[in-house]
């Protein structure tokens, strides 16, 4: 079956430009996660959606950052007026409720000019 | 944050097995001990998991320290393809969030 998959892979920007980044997670995962990770870095958590509750968005770190989802389906995060410190790879991971596994995209990689 | 300390680098060669410790002695009851690794230009892939016994799995095995304070992840036979960071989070169910630290960079010689 298919697994997470991100889009676009690459994304150059210019400096105050906004961005949309998708997630597709795998069909039936109802739990979907978006991760920053800097270079040579760990991940950082972003956003968590569960089904139908209200998202956890305690760890997006500014108000130009934002993000959707679709029911449990397809997940979109928008950073606005980007800035060079948002150059990063944006890793979208799903899962079956509970304390599992989580399966993780490819990610997308924004370079902000 | 329940933190994690992973030593930054290990090294092992081909056919050895490769242990991998973490510390977290601020775990609380409710937490469960993941792993992740990554490897070169791809996201994140889950390893095993446990809470208080250890585990196996086709991948690997999690030693868990009787107090929980500390975990091994053990690679019975290193190959090439194991090199990557391993990432010890603690999976928080009150939150449902993976906190990812510096991880451990593993090299494998040939």
């Known amino acids: 079956g298919a697994g997470v998959s991100q889009s676009p892979s690459n994304k150059v920007t210019e400096k105050g430009k906004d961005v949309e980044l998708r997630c597709d997670p795998i069909?039936?995962?109802?739990?979907l996660y978006w991760y920053r990770q800097r270079l040579g870095q760990g991940l950082e958590f972003l956003i968590y959606f569960q089904g139908n509750s209200a998202p956890d968005k305690s760890g997006l770190p500014s108000d130009r950052f934002s993000a959707e989802r679709t029911g449990e389906s397809v997940s979109t995060l928008t950073i606005q007026r980007t800035q060079q410190e948002d150059s990063a790879v944006y890793l979208c991971a799903s899962s079956v409720p509970g304390i599992g596994e989580q399966f993780f995209g490819p990610g997308t990689r924004l370079t902000v000019l | 944050d329940a933190k994690t300390t992973q030593p930054n680098s290990m090294e092992s060669n081909e056919e050895e097995p490769v242990h991998l410790p973490c510390n977290h002695s601020t775990i609380s009851g409710t937490d469960y001990i993941h792993w992740y690794r990554q490897l070169p230009s791809q996201g994140p892939e889950y390893v095993i998991h446990g809470l208080t016994s250890n585990v196996n799995n086709r991948m690997a095995s999690l030693a868990i320290a009787e107090d929980r304070k500390s975990s091994t992840l053990i690679l019975h036979r290193a190959t090439l393809r194991d090199a990557a960071v391993y990432y010890c989070i603690l999976f928080r169910t009150n939150d449902y969030k993976l906190s990812f630290g510096a991880g451990t960079t593993v090299t494998v010689r040939a």
């Open positions: 069909s039936g995962h109802t739990a």
